[in-house]
């Protein structure tokens, strides 16, 4: 069954007009004829709707619980637009709820391309969200350097650091939490040593160096799983 993000207030027994964009992918895209039963989400709220012709009639609210009980934040360092958009995806099907683009020393994206990167990182996002049957869709910051980020209060504040030994991330991670990983070549010393001293934690992902969208995806995995 499809899902759709609409921008409306839903009742049962509303005929909502569906968008040209929605309508395009049901019946050009998947062929879906009327009566095909699909998912709408507005406004948090989930509801079954039946295709006839241009519009869903909604048929009855649904109830599920798929949203991650405590705030899961990804600061990720910008890299090769593919692989960010990537990480964008995975980390919304893991349950994100807010992914921030980072500008580091690093970082070899410009600044100037960004409105057209955010508009291209919403849009995965949104589609990743339908896919996963989710209620939300994740918030996507406006780019950030790391001194907007330092002092954001969450319960847990860590970073993924490559030399890290001690410290393997736990799964047994409650409350608001986010996660900071870095570009390609990593932080340098001073950026390492400025999110230490503004409380962030040092974690470890194992033995092997990993790839930055890896890296992502291995810490939300891991931190996602202890949360629900």
């Not at 991650?68 to 919304?92: C, G, H, S």
């Amino acid at each position: 069954m499809q899902q759709y993000f609409v921008d409306a207030k839903l009742n049962v027994g509303d005929e909502y007009r569906l968008d040209d964009e929605i309508l395009f992918h049901l019946k050009k895209v998947l062929r879906k004829r009327n009566g095909y039963n699909m998912r709408l989400v507005a406004n948090g709220h989930l509801y079954l709707g039946e295709l006839f012709d241009d519009t869903a009639k909604i048929q009855k609210e649904l109830f599920e619980d798929r949203e991650l009980p405590y705030d899961l934040v990804l600061a990720m360092a910008l890299i090769k637009n593919d692989r960010f958009e990537w990480a964008v995806q995975k980390a919304t099907e893991l349950g994100v709820k807010r992914i921030i683009p980072l500008m580091t020393e690093r970082t070899q994206i410009k600044d100037h391309s960004q409105a057209k990167r955010l508009l291209r990182y919403k849009k995965i996002a949104k589609e990743a969200a339908e896919q996963s049957f989710r209620l939300m869709v994740p918030l996507i910051d406006d780019f950030k350097r790391l001194e907007d980020i330092e002092t954001l209060h969450f319960d847990n504040k860590l970073v993924a650091y490559e030399r890290e030994e001690q410290h393997l991330l736990s799964d047994d991670l409650k409350n608001d939490t986010i996660v900071i990983i870095g570009p390609e070549g990593g932080f340098s010393d001073d950026e390492y040593r400025r999110l230490i001293e503004n409380g962030f934690v040092s974690i470890s992902l194992g033995k092997r160096i990993l790839r930055a969208e890896t890296a992502a995806v291995c810490a939300l995995s891991i931190i996602a799983r202890g949360m629900e």
